[in-house]
């Protein structure tokens, strides 16, 4: 089965599916002829969204639900799963992001993204597998992020979440294999996304898109490749960061060196500016 | 400084010591010449261990707090350091076990793995990094697992939260580098402690076996704290197959991916016919 197929006609959940990779992941499914429910807290942002999709017709469906209220998320994935009659594929690919330096991070500041960035996975994959085990079929694509790999300094929070769900989904993906259940967990490095914009400076400004994220829609067409693959981990852009995590693995000292700088340089940054991108 | 002169007069907190490689930590701790504050919850269980290493006199002290209390653990803590005048090391090193069949955990298994693996690490170095940072240096050495490196199937939950310490201390390694404070994480796998016994409510198991081939936790502590003292960051006890399964499965050496598949598969029989893998 080549790439696209391997998406038609699937019943797929994409969660944080406004914007960002969430969107751009929707857009990609349903050019390969997906179903797609894409799932959002805001009923107007999910429904604006799904507008600029609408040339695709009914495969374009909605759900709103608040990814960290676990009730709202079981009753969002079994209710598209029961109204499409099965699911297929669950994207939980919300989440938040906001690099600090640690001295300023309140407990609440970890409490909220351990519950966006974590819990909403937990919630999606509890409520998706029981259904997925009754059909002997499907495949949950978590999104983490490079920072689920190597350890990038001034954004301790964020890693932690990121580095659970990776070794959640690959756990998972060796646990469930002979069950018929595929797990890939996409890590994204800077994407073009509004992401960006949510973090702010000390005046309140939002931050510029860096100058080399990688577009969007691209990072969406290469994660869907990869996943009609099966792979565990998707590393997107696959280059420079496939290679650092690797070199940071083995103790490679030129990486060690480079995270040891960009500490450096980003307590500079946030010391100075109030962020560091 | 050689290791032995490391620990000497150093002012230690291990959490989780009752029992495990933090017990062992503590002795060893406390043979290298360190004041050594065992932190457990239970008053009576602290007390115990304590007992036990009594020959060191009063190098050994106890704190009695839950770890997944943030106000308990921050108390601990300060008052730790308020009476030795500081706070040189923190071993954050309470943990759960939480090998089960994914399909059987239940939200209520999920939260207590989180509370309990996760969260008291972050209260420990909520509490402990004003204090460090105000003395220009210090110590936190966090337990993660080798699960927390790389995946081992049926290990899901445990697996997530010791990946998270992982990615928090080595964040926080570089982070503060430069400010003369170290973070170590330290990923033991299969090491002869009552951690095969309980289920992650807490329940005591006896008639579970600790496996025949677990390493055993008094040399566990000497390789920690011998690898700690070169302030390395991820310390993999015992150094082998831990190390080159990680970085086989970094690497996607197909290798390591069909060892990994084995392992599931046989861990899967295992639950279904026996109710356990060890």
């Given at each position: 089965?080549?790439?696209?197929?391997?998406?038609?006609?699937?019943?797929?959940?994409?969660?944080?599916?406004?914007?960002?990779?969430?969107?751009?992941?929707?857009?990609?499914?349903?050019?390969?002829?997906?179903?797609?429910?894409?799932?959002?807290?805001?009923?107007?942002?999910?429904?604006?969204?799904?507008?600029?999709?609408?040339?695709?017709?009914?495969?374009?469906?909605?759900?709103?639900?608040?990814?960290?209220?676990?009730?709202?998320?079981?009753?969002?994935?079994?209710?598209?799963?029961?109204?499409?009659?099965?699911?297929?594929?669950?994207?939980?690919?919300?989440?938040?992001?906001?690099?600090?330096?640690?001295?300023?991070?309140?407990?609440?500041?970890?409490?909220?993204?351990?519950?966006?960035?974590?819990?909403?996975?937990?919630?999606?994959?509890?409520?998706?597998?029981?259904?997925?085990?009754?059909?002997?079929?499907?495949?949950?694509?978590?999104?983490?992020?490079?920072?689920?790999?190597?350890?990038?300094?001034?954004?301790?929070?964020?890693?932690?979440?990121?580095?659970?769900?990776?070794?959640?989904?690959?756990?998972?993906?060796?646990?469930?294999?002979?069950?018929?259940?595929?797990?890939?967990?996409?890590?994204?490095?800077?994407?073009?996304?509004?992401?960006?914009?949510?973090?702010?400076?000390?005046?309140?400004?939002?931050?510029?898109?860096?100058?080399?994220?990688?577009?969007?829609?691209?990072?969406?067409?290469?994660?869907?490749?990869?996943?009609?693959?099966?792979?565990?981990?998707?590393?997107?852009?696959?280059?420079?960061?496939?290679?650092?995590?690797?070199?940071?693995?083995?103790?490679?000292?030129?990486?060690?060196?480079?995270?040891?700088?960009?500490?450096?340089?980003?307590?500079?940054?946030?010391?100075?500016?109030g962020t560091y991108i | 400084m050689t290791n032995q002169d490391y620990y000497k007069e150093k002012i230690c907190i291990v959490t989780g010591a009752n029992s495990g490689i933090g017990y062992a930590l503590s002795e060893e701790l406390l043979k290298r010449g360190a004041t050594v504050y065992l932190l457990g919850r239970d008053p009576g269980k602290v007390a115990a261990a304590a007992k036990k290493l009594s020959s060191h006199g009063?190098?050994?002290?106890?704190?009695?707090?839950?770890?997944?209390?943030?106000?308990?653990?921050?108390?601990?803590?300060?008052?730790?350091?308020?009476?030795?005048?500081?706070?040189?090391?923190?071993?954050?090193?309470?943990?759960?076990?939480?090998?089960?069949?994914?399909?059987?955990?239940?939200?209520?298994?999920?939260?207590?793995?989180?509370?309990?693996?996760?969260?008291?690490?972050?209260?420990?170095?909520?509490?402990?990094?004003?204090?460090?940072?105000?003395?220009?240096?210090?110590?936190?050495?966090?337990?993660?697992?080798?699960?927390?490196?790389?995946?081992?199937?049926?290990?899901?939950?445990?697996?997530?939260?010791?990946?998270?310490?992982?990615?928090?201390?080595?964040?926080?390694?570089?982070?503060?580098?430069?400010?003369?404070?170290?973070?170590?994480?330290?990923?033991?796998?299969?090491?002869?402690?009552?951690?095969?016994?309980?289920?992650?409510?807490?329940?005591?198991?006896?008639?579970?076996?600790?496996?025949?081939?677990?390493?055993?936790?008094?040399?566990?502590?000497?390789?920690?704290?011998?690898?700690?003292?070169?302030?390395?960051?991820?310390?993999?006890?015992?150094?082998?197959?831990?190390?080159?399964?990680?970085?086989?499965?970094?690497?996607?050496?197909?290798?390591?991916?069909?060892?990994?598949?084995?392992?599931?598969?046989?861990?899967?029989?295992?639950?279904?016919?026996?109710?356990?893998?060890?």
């Amino acid at each position: 089965m080549d790439a696209s197929d391997y998406y038609r006609e699937k019943i797929c959940i994409v969660t944080g599916a406004n914007s960002g990779i969430g969107f751009a992941l929707s857009e990609e499914l349903l050019k390969r002829g997906a179903t797609v429910y894409m799932l959002g807290r805001d009923p107007a942002k999910v429904a604006g969204a799904a507008g600029k999709l609408s040339s695709h017709g009914s495969r374009v469906r909605t759900l709103v639900a608040d990814v960290t209220e676990q009730q709202q998320v079981q009753a969002a994935v079994e209710g598209a799963a029961a109204e499409a009659g099965r699911l297929d594929m669950l994207f939980n690919n919300a989440g938040i992001f906001r690099p600090q330096l640690y001295e300023t991070a309140t407990l609440g500041d970890w409490q909220t993204m351990i519950e966006t960035n974590l819990w909403s996975v937990i919630y999606g994959v509890h409520a998706a597998l029981p259904i997925m085990l009754r059909q002997g079929s499907g495949h949950v694509v978590n999104t983490a992020s490079v920072a689920g790999l190597d350890p990038f300094p001034m954004q301790e929070i964020y890693n932690t979440t990121k580095y659970a769900v990776v070794g959640l989904s690959e756990s998972l993906r060796y646990g469930f294999a002979e069950k018929g259940i595929a797990f890939s967990v996409i890590c994204p490095g800077d994407i073009a996304t509004p992401i960006y914009s949510k973090v702010t400076d000390r005046e309140g400004r939002g931050t510029e898109t860096p100058a080399h994220a990688y577009p969007a829609d691209a990072a969406a067409t290469y994660s869907l490749d990869r996943v009609a693959e099966r792979k565990g981990i998707v590393v997107v852009p696959e280059q420079p960061y496939t290679d650092l995590w690797r070199g940071y693995v083995v103790g490679d000292p030129g990486v060690e060196a480079m995270l040891v700088r960009m500490a450096h340089d980003r307590r500079v940054l946030l010391e100075t500016r109030g962020t560091y991108i | 400084m050689t290791n032995q002169d490391y620990y000497k007069e150093k002012i230690c907190i291990v959490t989780g010591a009752n029992s495990g490689i933090g017990y062992a930590l503590s002795e060893e701790l406390l043979k290298r010449g360190a004041t050594v504050y065992l932190l457990g919850r239970d008053p009576g269980k602290v007390a115990a261990a304590a007992k036990k290493l009594s020959s060191h006199g009063d190098r050994v002290r106890t704190l009695v707090a839950d770890v997944t209390d943030g106000a308990q653990v921050q108390r601990a803590i300060e008052g730790a350091a308020a009476e030795a005048g500081r706070l040189d090391m923190l071993f954050n090193n309470a943990g759960i076990g939480g090998t089960m069949q994914f399909e059987k955990a239940t939200l209520d298994d999920w939260k207590k793995l989180i509370d309990t693996n996760i969260w008291s690490v972050i209260y420990g170095v909520h509490a402990a990094l004003p204090i460090m940072l105000r003395q220009g240096s210090g110590h936190v050495v966090n337990t993660s697992s080798a699960a927390g490196i790389f995946p081992p199937p049926f290990q899901a939950l445990y697996s997530l939260s010791k990946f998270g310490v992982t990615g928090m201390t080595e964040c926080l390694r570089y982070e503060f580098a430069e400010k003369g404070l170290a973070f170590s994480t330290v990923c033991p796998s299969n090491i002869a402690t009552p951690i095969f016994q309980k289920s992650p409510d807490g329940t005591v198991h006896d008639q579970l076996p600790i496996p025949d081939d677990a390493y055993p936790a008094d040399r566990t502590a000497v390789e920690i704290l011998d690898a700690a003292a070169e302030r390395k960051g991820v310390i993999v006890v015992p150094e082998q197959p831990g190390t080159d399964i990680w970085r086989g499965w970094a690497a996607g050496d197909p290798g390591t991916e069909a060892f990994l598949m084995q392992m599931a598969h046989d861990r899967r029989v295992a639950y279904e016919t026996k109710g356990s893998y060890f």
